[in-house]
């Protein structure tokens, strides 16, 4: 039973840290939106203003997939909360947080790849 009240203080303090990072991106994604919106006015490359709507469309998509995140982040906390101690580490949690894991870790790569794509066009159009 030690073990289990340690392999889900480590779940709970990953879920934690992926709440906080989630958070602070859904922010930065409004922080990109802003400025999108901002230099909208000054782009008058249709190519240019084609590149902007499709980062527009990432970044809502890309809102989307964190609030997606979110609530399964709330719901593996929720799990967490209603443990049955008598169950298998081996089992349901196990294989759930390893899921959200990969999730997480493909989701942060995904939008390091956007970030630096919108600052790479930020510095072509400003």
Same mark, same amino acid.
């Given at each position: 039973m030690q073990s =289990?009240?340690?392999?889900? +203080?480590? *779940? =709970? #303090?990953n879920i934690d840290t992926? =709440?906080?990072? *989630?958070? #602070?991106?859904? $922010?930065?994604?409004?922080?990109?939106? &802003? =400025?999108l919106e901002e230099i909208v006015s000054r782009i008058e490359d249709p190519i240019e203003l084609k590149k902007l709507e499709v980062f527009?469309?990432?970044?809502?998509?890309e809102k989307d997939a964190i609030s997606k995140l979110m609530h399964r982040c709330r719901n593996k906390l929720? $799990?967490?909360?209603?443990?049955? #101690?008598? &169950? +298998?580490?081996?089992?349901? *949690?196990?294989?759930?947080?390893?899921?959200l894991r990969d999730d997480m870790r493909d989701y942060i790569r995904m939008h390091y790849d956007l970030k630096e794509e919108l600052m790479d066009f930020f510095l072509e159009v400003l």
């Open positions: =289990k009240v340690m392999y889900l +203080s480590d *779940l =709970k #303090f992926w =709440k906080r990072e *989630l958070r #602070f991106h859904f $922010n930065e994604m409004d922080t990109f939106q &802003e =400025k527009q469309n990432r970044i809502m998509i929720a $799990n967490i909360n209603n443990v049955d #101690f008598n &169950e +298998s580490i081996d089992g349901r *949690l196990a294989n759930e947080q390893h899921t």
